[in-house]
């Protein structure tokens, strides 16, 4: 069964929903958004948490107003409503343009709707219900809204975590083809891209892995068990504290700054690694050489790679290619 209905909300409340389907790679084949396979994500995953919340909630500020001898039990109850509508879901920027979305809903989704559409509204629409529902979710940190739209996923790494098991998925964002097997150690966040990653080790390899959570598909926990090693785990532990999207090993590079690329250093903060010695203009760090790589090809001619001699012909080779681009673009 297939329905559709008419969400009105604010036009930044859409935008935001877009940038989190595209944070979280919701496309179709053609390339474009999939803002409606996100949103019916949201609402089967999200619909019992947020239920429970308002449940919990409600129940809490009753207990409040029915202490107060003057109000009846009754009347505590629809202040109580009134107050969940109009003060804590209605957290919507109405300064700004409206809009409104065409949801289509089927299987799962639909069903959670029709239990909205028959048992929740009381006094809302059922557009004011799931507009206040997509505001919630909208409230919570990002790695936070990513676990939310991955549930099923997340739940399998951690049983997996749990009881030991090799687990096997395929990877959105993974040069190999195919199915990957791992042994699951443990989830991490990055704290500059709020993103959330799953560290573990090479179950036919010995390799230390990290892949992130939103892009893994096929999930599966086998029934193939694990000796998790301390020494592994020590390792992938100190790789989720400093740099859970490289579970490479680290090298110790040395880069020259000007006056500008040291401000730039404070300035750039997604995936900026930790300086571990200054002396003077000259940098220190003991990190990942692809994530140093990455980070300062943003700087150009602020910040140069003295050592080691991989990192300085790397970044020469990027910006030498850039300059050679540009110039045959110049001479057409």
């Known amino acids: 069964m297939t329905e559709k209905y008419k969400i009105y909300l604010s036009e930044d409340t859409k935008m935001r929903l877009i940038n989190d389907a595209e944070l979280f790679e919701f496309y179709r084949n053609d390339g474009s958004v999939n803002l409606n396979g996100f949103l019916k994500e949201l609402i089967v995953n999200y619909f019992e948490q947020y239920r429970k919340d ?17 109000l009846k039990s009754k009347e505590a109850s629809v202040l109580a409503e009134k107050i969940i509508t109009t003060y804590i879901n209605n957290r919507e920027n109405t300064s700004g343009k409206s809009s409104v979305i065409t949801l289509t809903v089927s299987g799962e989704s639909y069903n959670i709707v029709q239990i909205i559409e028959n048992n929740l509204l009381k006094d809302n629409s059922l557009s004011g219900y799931i507009k206040d529902m997509f505001l919630s979710y909208l409230s919570i940190p990002r790695n936070k809204r990513e676990e939310i739209i991955f549930r099923q996923t997340y739940d399998a790494i951690n049983k997996a975590i749990a009881e030991n098991k090799v687990l096997s998925f395929t990877s959105t964002n993974s040069s190999k083809q195919g199915t990957i097997y791992v042994e699951p150690y443990l989830i991490a966040t990055s704290k500059e891209e709020q993103f959330s990653y799953l560290l573990c080790h090479g179950h036919k390899y010995d390799l230390d892995h990290t892949f992130r959570i939103s ?6 926990i086998t029934s193939d068990e694990f000796v998790r090693s301390k020494k592994t785990e020590e390792r992938l532990t100190q790789v989720g504290i400093r740099h859970p999207h490289s579970a490479s090993s680290d090298i110790h590079a040395v880069i020259q700054m000007t006056e500008r690329g040291k401000q730039m250093y404070k300035m750039i903060v997604k995936n900026r690694p930790a300086v571990t010695e200054i002396k003077g203009d000259r940098y220190h760090f003991d990190w990942p050489q692809q994530q140093l790589e990455d980070y300062f090809r943003r700087f150009g001619k602020e910040a140069i790679a003295l050592r080691p001699k991989s990192l300085k012909t790397k970044l020469q080779k990027y910006f030498s290619d850039a300059a050679e681009a540009y110039s045959d673009k110049a001479s057409r």
């Open 215 to 220: 892009r893994l598909r096929n999930v599966f």
């Open 54 to 70: 308002n449940d919990e909630l409600l129940n809490n500020m009753l207990e409040e107003l029915t202490s107060v001898k003057s």
